[in-house]
């Protein structure tokens, strides 16, 4: 095999691109096996109680329709370990938009007419969805999302904080957030001879065909999960959700292949939220900002159904020096959707409050908000006491600051004007953990000097393919068009989900080491590959159980500029700027499309994006993409995202941390802390809407500052 030029690292066009502007790419709900038929959810109409009586007699009547399951008659399924998947197993209905039925028909049609005109009796129950900070079912748990302890205390808060020559004690708000992915979540499911296929809008096909072999009571190794190309998931397909079990249990009992895909409405109460929190934060520091007491402490809700803990304190235990803190969890299970995962779980909503509090303290002490962050700089980890493999932090602060052109900035708010517009600009720091998970690889060379990779990874719309041959390519010391790779399916080695900013290095390193391999095997040979290829065989198993002896995060800073408009309230971003200190950048092109859209998401989340709990109806009003409002092309202007190299020599062989979460990090805060310079209004509560603006405007002194 001919050496080629180090591809890793270089604008590589993604592979997969062209097959899906033209529609040749196929998504979950375009596989149509023959006699596929269709299948339609129908969600609970009351907020808590049971099913008291199912009629089913006129939808079945219509013309086509094949069945109507419910607890009544759905097969039955092992007990699974996330609850939210036990659908159709009894009559208790949780919260409002669980299911309780699914229609099947010979089109989709006619699904959603009988699903229409199914007659749902309830015994409906009191219910308790509102989450207030003085709730009286607040418990502390154990652990939050990710293993976390649910709290940490390091040296004596309180005598510190009470010792303090400046004290700030703040409480700041976000509402529950929905992940409206472009994709709905989709499957199609076929039995043949007791082995199930499953085409799923899924993170990771190999979670999948997991959690359905436990709940059909089958070997995984009859079920073939296939999740070759998703749109999109910001972790709402991390898990496995509703469509493709139900999906599964429908082909099962009508004997015909089953096709489902939620209707986006509905998509609010079954496929997990970002959690609405209240945060307190207290801080003490010197006369020179130096912090000497942290406190952060999280009021956040969970469902009946499961518990899920937004771990939006954890950041704290990270970012700055803090000899003396508390960071703590307390969560109140209410009957509500369960939460789950969404892009950048616990940093995203706990940054916001730390990066706004901090952005306070340096109001309250005099000094510019990117020194004040310098300061506090720690040599290690504050919660762990490890050394850090990298953090380059301060680099980010000061690049960002150069190329935003933050030297010179007038420090008092509301003093640059044109006309009606209020400007101003904020920074906020950024950090998000590196995850590893084990996985393995196979690489194999044929005679014609070609080179396929596979693995189980999947492309959630971030270039995994791309990436992944630039990886192989590198290491065979071959040309990239001479590496394929095979993704997305449960059949190929394992790889974790495509979530946790982990999916590349995870899937990554086995496939570096599978190429590695291979590349020795193949000079050992002399070039003489026999006709059957060569082909190596690697996984991570025994690398991924070393715990390191370092804490690795990734780090970044964002800079925002942003307009108040003091006739109407409305707050628009003129300006957006990132710089990240990931690892190694493996592809720029697809890494900024990463950073720009995540730091677009950040956007929405100050500005736009809330899902309001009706306390009445017990359900989620924006429920679709009229009422939910994400960030148009109107309101995204100007965005850059930059990075520093950084080499990180106690990561994985392809050097990279994971970049898919670091930038919706520190975007809300920067947004919120830019609002305050132009107005000298501090608001706390997102997000920075019209009618929460205006307001105060004309009365700074209101409430929520």
Not at 220 to 243: L, M, N
Not at 514 to 542: K, M
């Amino acid at each position: 095999m001919t050496h080629a030029s180090a591809s890793l690292g270089t604008p590589v066009v993604r592979r997969e691109g062209r097959d899906k502007v033209t529609g040749a790419a196929r998504y979950a709900a375009e596989h149509t096996p023959p006699g596929c038929v269709h299948a339609w959810p129908v969600p609970a109409a009351v907020a808590r109680g049971r099913v008291a009586a199912v009629h089913a007699d006129e939808a079945l009547a219509l013309p086509g329709v094949l069945a109507v399951l419910s607890h009544l008659n759905a097969p039955r399924l092992h007990a699974a370990g996330d609850a939210t998947l036990m659908l159709l197993q009894d009559d208790r209905v949780p919260h409002r938009g669980w299911y309780v039925a699914l229609v099947v028909a010979d089109t989709l049609e006619g699904a959603r007419a009988a699903a229409e005109v199914l007659r749902v009796e309830y015994e409906s129950d009191d219910h308790d969805v509102l989450l207030t900070p003085d709730h009286p079912g607040l418990y502390t748990p154990d652990k939050a999302n990710g293993g976390f302890p649910g709290v940490r205390e390091r040296g004596d808060f309180d005598a510190a904080f009470a010792a303090a020559a400046v004290r700030l004690d703040a409480t700041y708000t976000t509402p529950a957030l929905h992940n409206h992915p472009m994709e709905p979540h989709a499957a199609t499911a076929h039995w043949h001879d007791g082995r199930l296929t499953v085409h799923d809008s899924s993170q990771g096909a190999g979670a999948v065909r997991q959690v359905l072999a436990g709940l059909f009571g089958i070997a995984k190794q009859e079920i073939t999960v296939v999740s070759e190309h998703v749109g999109g998931g910001f972790g709402a397909k991390g898990t496995p959700r509703p469509q493709v079990v139900l999906a599964a249990m429908a082909a099962r009992h009508t004997g015909r292949p089953v096709k489902l895909a939620l209707p986006r409405r509905q998509l609010a109460a079954v496929v997990g939220h970002r959690p609405p929190t209240v945060q307190r934060v207290r801080i003490g520091a010197g006369a020179d900002g130096v912090v000497t007491a942290l406190a952060h402490e999280i009021v956040t809700h969970t469902s009946t159904v499961r518990e899920f803990v937004e771990q939006a304190a954890v950041p704290a235990r990270v970012m700055y020096t803090s000899p003396n803190s508390r960071t703590s969890h307390r969560v109140a299970k209410l009957d509500v959707p369960s939460p789950s995962w969404m892009r950048a779980p616990g940093e995203a909503s706990g940054m916001y409050a730390l990066e706004s509090a901090m952005d306070e303290l340096a109001v309250a002490v005099g000094v510019d908000p990117v020194e004040l962050r310098l300061r506090n700089e720690p040599q290690t980890e504050p919660d762990s006491g490890k050394p850090f493999s990298s953090r380059h932090l301060v680099d980010c602060l000061r690049e960002g600051a150069r190329r935003f052109g933050w030297q010179g900035r007038d420090p008092r708010p509301g003093v640059r004007r044109e006309g009606d517009l209020l400007l101003g600009t904020g920074v906020a720091a950024a950090t998000y953990p590196v995850f590893l998970a084990p996985g393995a690889a196979t690489a194999r060379a044929a005679r014609d000097g070609t080179c396929l990779i596979r693995v189980d990874a999947t492309d959630i719309g971030t270039g995994a393919r791309t990436v992944l041959a630039q990886i192989a390519a590198d290491a065979l010391g071959v040309p990239l068009e001479s590496v394929r790779v095979d993704i997305g399916s449960s059949d190929l080695p394992k790889g974790t989900v495509a979530g946790g900013s982990a999916g590349t290095a995870s899937w990554g390193w086995p496939v570096h080491k599978a190429a590695v391999e291979l590349a020795e095997r193949l000079r050992e040979l002399r070039g003489a590959v026999p006709p059957e290829g060569v082909t190596v065989y690697a996984d991570t198993d025994e690398e991924c159980r070393r715990e390191s002896p370092y804490a690795q995060h990734a780090f970044g800073a964002h800079f925002a500029e942003v307009q108040v408009d003091t006739a109407t309230g409305e707050v628009r971003v003129r300006r957006l700027l990132g710089v990240f200190a990931a690892g190694r950048i493996l592809n720029p092109l697809t890494a900024r499309s990463q950073f720009v859209g995540a730091m677009t998401m950040g956007l929405g989340m100050a500005l736009t994006e809330t899902s309001a709990m009706d306390a009445v109806f017990g359900d989620y009003p924006e429920c679709d993409l009229a009422s939910y409002h994400v960030p148009a092309c109107a309101d995204v202007t100007a965005i850059e995202a930059h990075w520093i190299d950084e080499e990180d020599p106690h990561l994985n062989p392809v050097g990279g941390k994971g970049i898919g979460e670091l930038g919706i990090v520190g975007t809300a805060a920067a947004v919120a802390n830019a609002m305050y310079h132009a107005s000298g209004v501090r608001l706390r509560d997102l997000p920075l809407t019209p009618d929460r603006v205006l307001p105060r405007l004309k009365d700074p002194l209101g409430p929520g500052r």
